[in-house]
């Protein structure tokens, strides 16, 4: 579909069929940027073109990386075991993940690199993971604004530190991995909950010692500076996060059997599975086994009367790109669903929490406000506006989802990004019979 300024979902017919989800798009990223830090080739299959992770491949290039689409999804990144100096500012585009990894592993090398993206990604904050780098050798100058894109890095000679993580962040826990990579000594980040595992599982198919002990509710996670990384072959399963918009029509559209093939189960990612069962989904995994290190799955999902639920708050970290997407099947649930904990949603590609309040109560749903959360009152949705997307993907799918299954159509801005994470959404959702259209 050719970039439409605006994009409608109407009431839609019971929708039936298989498809397969793209490829996940944290394993993405971190494929290209291991595979650049590595010596010798590293061969990708399933990696996610998303705009985000296409970003992220001209980053590596620029860091002097061979990169080659030898097919779809099917790449090869010839590393030359470490980054060189870039000739040009490095754009991440809207991926948070992209620009937090890229300074992490950016920071081992002597050289000097201006970090920048999108008008979303310019308004995220970036000490969270500047802060221990910083503490670890590498020097930042901020050129706009402190914590915010643009930021000019120089790298190199730097020396180990223990992080003790005040929130569960992947990025922020990957970014200092990666820079103690090439630190002196050990580098350890403790976590009080564990956040997804993708980089310390990669990292060990790339060759290096990843040490994981318990602590807690979570885990203290070290490794020691210095290891090379060899470049191997990677096969990425399919995004339970983008899964996630195909199933959630399965369950809200009457009359429909939705299954999405190939999705990966690591259990740091599948939050949101787990709380649709407690919600009453009729939500069944099939086909269980290994693909590409990870357990992977074929997912099921038929039409489901839900009824609302408590999310547990330490699911957080397991689901946190995902609460868009349970807030609009939580609008056809009974009663109240309450998600609570959840304060940063308000740091990702936008607020989501007002992002998904104000789109829901633009539709005609009962939702409560809260500082780090919000409750969702489940009923008739209405439907029938035009939903403020602030540049983010996942409350363009989430709306777009609703009305599939509302009163009347609901329309959403800015649809060309959805290609962040889901290229191809529209086809695949229209192609298991949802109505889907440009315009309004
Ligand atoms: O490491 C990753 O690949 C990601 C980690 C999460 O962010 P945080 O680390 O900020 O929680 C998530 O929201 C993001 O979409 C992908
Ligand atoms: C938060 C997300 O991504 P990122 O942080 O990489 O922009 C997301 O995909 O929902």
């Known amino acids: 579909m050719t970039n439409p300024t605006q994009l409608t979902a109407r009431r839609s017919p019971a929708l039936k069929g298989v498809v397969r989800a793209p490829g996940d798009k944290s394993m993405s990223h971190r494929s290209m940027i291991l595979g650049a830090m590595a010596t010798g080739v590293t061969e990708v299959e399933g990696l996610l073109e998303g705009d985000d992770v296409l970003a992220t491949a001209r980053a590596v290039e620029a860091f002097g990386a061979t990169v080659e689409r030898l097919g779809e999804g099917h790449w090869r990144v010839t590393g030359q075991g470490g980054f060189r100096q870039p000739a040009d500012v490095i754009d991440c585009g809207n991926a948070g993940t992209g620009v937090r990894l890229l300074m992490g592993a950016a920071a081992g090398y002597p050289i000097t690199v201006t970090f920048d993206g999108d008008g979303s990604l310019r308004k995220r904050p970036m000490k969270r993971v500047t802060g221990p780098l910083e503490q670890m050798g590498a020097r930042f100058g901020w050129q706009a604004a402190e914590d915010r894109l643009p930021v000019e890095l120089s790298g190199g000679s730097l020396t180990s530190i223990d992080y003790v993580q005040t929130v569960a962040s992947a990025q922020v826990k990957s970014a200092i991995l990666l820079a103690g990579l090439n630190a002196d000594g050990v580098t350890t980040v403790e976590e009080p909950e564990k956040s997804r595992d993708h980089t310390e599982r990669m990292l060990r198919a790339f060759g290096a010692e990843v040490d994981v002990t318990p602590g807690g509710e979570g885990w203290v996670v070290s490794l020691q500076g210095g290891q090379p990384l060899t470049g191997t072959a990677v096969s990425v399963p399919g995004d339970p996060s983008s899964a996630a918009f195909p199933l959630a029509a399965g369950l809200v559209v ?42 992977v799955g074929d997912i099921t999902a038929r039409h489901s009367t839900l009824k609302g639920v408590v999310v547990p708050e330490d699911r957080a970290a397991s689901m946190i790109d995902e609460y868009p997407i349970l807030a609009a099947t939580a609008a056809f649930a009974e009663g109240q669903t309450v998600m609570r904990g959840v304060g940063e949603m308000r740091v990702k590609e936008s607020d989501r929490i007002a992002l998904m309040v104000a789109g829901l109560r633009a539709c005609g749903v009962e939702v409560e406000e809260e500082p780090e959360g919000f409750i969702v009152t489940g009923g008739v949705v209405r439907g029938g506006a035009t939903v403020q997307t602030a540049h983010d993907h996942r409350i363009a799918m989430s709306h777009l989802v609703l009305g599939l299954a509302a009163a009347e159509p609901i329309s959403v801005d800015e649809p060309g ?24």
Not at 257 to 276: K, Q
Not at 419 to 440: C, H, K, R, W, Y
Request: hydrophobic share 45%; aromatic share 6%; no cysteine.
């Open 254 to 295: 009457p009359g429909s059997e939705v299954t999405v093939e190939g999705v990966m189960l690591n259990p740091l990612r599948t939050g949101l599975f787990d709380t649709w069962l407690e919600m009453g989904a009729d939500l069944t995994i099939s086909n269980r086994r290994m693909a590409g290190g990870e357990e």
């Open 417 to 440: 990004m959805i290609a962040t994470s889901f290229p191809g959404f529209v086809e695949l959702m229209n192609g298991l019979g949802a109505d889907i259209a440009a315009g309004q």
